[in-house]
């Protein structure tokens, strides 16, 4: 079985920050693409962040600025660190680790909910 196990969900008021964290096996770690998903109720699942073992990254245009996703070799860990969190990004936030087109692992997610 593949885990990826997240954390750091929470309530946050609007300009708030939360850090999110995946942890995975090492074997899955070293070589995947890992990153971030969220999908928010009526909404269909959208890309938040990727970042490839060679650290290579991309984001949602929605994200940029304010969210950063980050890797932990020694700890096998992905984070997602999000500031100046808005409304609009509530969500459940789900851990991803992909490898080309066939192969696809999901966390279970993670509430994040931003009100004031």
């Known amino acids: 079985q593949v885990q990826l196990v997240e954390s750091g969900g929470g309530l946050v008021q609007p300009g708030g920050s939360l850090r999110l964290s995946c942890a995975t096996s090492?074997?899955?770690?070293?070589?995947?693409?890992m990153g971030w998903y969220r999908q928010a109720p009526g909404k269909q699942r959208e890309l938040v962040a990727l970042i490839t073992r060679g650290a290579v990254t991309n984001y949602a245009d929605s994200v940029k600025g304010r969210f950063t996703i980050s890797r932990d070799n020694a700890k096998n860990t992905v984070y997602l660190q999000m500031n100046s969190l808005k409304p609009e990004d509530t969500a459940v936030y789900y851990c991803?680790?992909?490898?080309?087109?066939?192969?696809?692992?999901w966390g279970q997610g993670t509430q994040v909910t931003v009100s004031s």
């Open positions: 090492r074997g899955i770690f070293s070589i995947y693409t």
């Open positions: 991803y680790a992909g490898l080309g087109l066939a192969t696809n692992y």
